[in-house]
């Protein structure tokens, strides 16, 4: 048990650690001593006695490194790009729509006929990848138009493949959008069903990456959800398609918003029987561990600021590709505070970028990628 103590202090040092004392240069016997009559007096494990030799203490500057701003550039340890950007879209079947999100400013859903628009900003922001939700004309108790290969989200993907090729186009692989009582499963005597929903959730995967989705995204929190579409693209020839996992998806309040902008909240109850309870740390590294084992591909923990713990710990044990998604009750925050002129909205957003960079995201879907990557080239 030593420590090394630096040179900080050129001499008449000791530690004292439990039974033992370390000791440097001369001041050994009376710093022995010392030590021994403070560990009887105190009677603690650890006592550390310093003694500084004035005007030998050579002051540590951090400050030099923070002088200019490209010394701070360059001392700089993380970044954000906007090739780590995921920007979410919401289609709507119809025509000639372009709904704004009342509790989501800048955001809007798009019928497929208005969606050249958002494309463009995309294209020009740099974007290289979306995340797709369909928002479809009918609802039903089974989610029909979930798996409906002609379904809005297939369409969509379809419909974007074609006009924007390069773009990553990634499906969210969940019911809630489209069944009538908005639960992400199927429903019987108001329990949601794990098993019977699977086979829906496969059929709706499929299709997506059938119509040309990049990648799937399950976010339903059905147990055994990636082992089935793994499965069933594989079966269906899409062994290439990969799988972005929610895998650590919380059971949040942060969601609200985003319920208003994919018509999507819960018609009665609520998830907390599939979505994770966010007190649970440990589970959470669980069933990211499930989801590896599954085969997932690439790792979402969500929402991001409140779980920054849970991103760095997944960082530290595992070593697949990870994914903050920075959810519309963080977004709508953001735009409020700033709409009101109490935050300056791009610092604000840099410095979250940033935080879920550093607790190890290497990629992140948010709704401020197109003001990120603006803000980006501006630099
Ligand atoms: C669908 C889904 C939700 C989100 C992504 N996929 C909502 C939910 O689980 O209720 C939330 C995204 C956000 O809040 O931005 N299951
Ligand atoms: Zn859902």
């Not at 709409?339 to 970028?353: F, L, Q, S, T």
Request: charged share 25%.
């Amino acid at each position: 048990r030593c420590s090394y103590l630096g040179t900080a202090f050129k001499w008449g040092m000791a530690l004292y650690v439990g039974d033992y004392v370390i000791l440097l240069d001369i001041w050994l016997k009376i710093t022995e001593a010392i030590c021994f009559v403070f560990s009887k007096v105190l009677d603690s494990c650890y006592v550390l006695i310093v003694f500084i030799q004035i005007g030998e203490y050579i002051m540590i500057r951090r400050r030099r490194l923070r002088a200019t701003e490209n010394l701070r550039a360059l001392v700089r340890e993380t970044s954000v790009s906007v090739s780590d950007l995921i920007y979410p879209l919401f289609v709507i079947e119809g025509n000639d729509i372009k709904n704004p999100i009342d509790s989501m400013p800048g955001i809007y859903q798009y019928s497929l006929d208005r969606i050249d628009e958002e494309l463009d900003r995309i294209r020009e922001a740099g974007v290289k990848g979306v995340l797709l939700f369909g928002i479809p004309a009918h609802k039903d108790e089974c989610g029909t138009e979930a798996y409906n290969e002609h379904g809005i989200i297939q369409e969509a993907i379809r419909y974007i493949k074609k006009v924007f090729p390069e773009l990553v186009v990634i499906a969210d692989i969940c019911l809630c959008e489209y069944t009538s009582h908005g639960h992400c499963g199927l429903i019987k005597d108001g329990i949601i069903l794990n098993d019977e929903t699977l086979p829906l959730l496969a059929k709706t995967a499929v299709t997506c990456a059938q119509a040309g989705a990049d990648m799937v995204a399950p976010s339903n929190m059905m147990d055994g959800h990636i082992a089935a579409i793994r499965e069933a693209l594989d079966e269906a020839g899409c062994k290439m398609t990969p799988i972005m996992a929610y895998s650590a998806k919380m059971a949040s309040g942060y969601y609200g918003p985003f319920r208003d902008a994919a018509h999507s909240a819960p018609g009665f109850g609520d998830r907390k029987t599939y979505q994770m309870d966010y007190h649970n740390p440990r589970e959470a590294m669980r069933d990211i561990q499930d989801d590896i084992d599954e085969g997932a591909d690439i790792i979402i923990i969500k929402p991001a600021l409140a779980f920054l713990d849970i991103l760095k710990t997944a960082s530290w044990e595992t070593d697949m590709p990870l994914c903050a998604y920075n959810v519309s009750g963080e977004y709508s925050m953001v735009k409020a505070a700033a709409a009101n002129g109490w935050i300056d909205e791009k610092k604000i957003v840099m410095e979250n970028m940033i935080g879920m960079k550093r607790a190890g995201a290497q990629m992140i879907i948010t709704y401020h990628a197109l003001d990120v990557a603006k803000w980006l080239r501006e630099e």
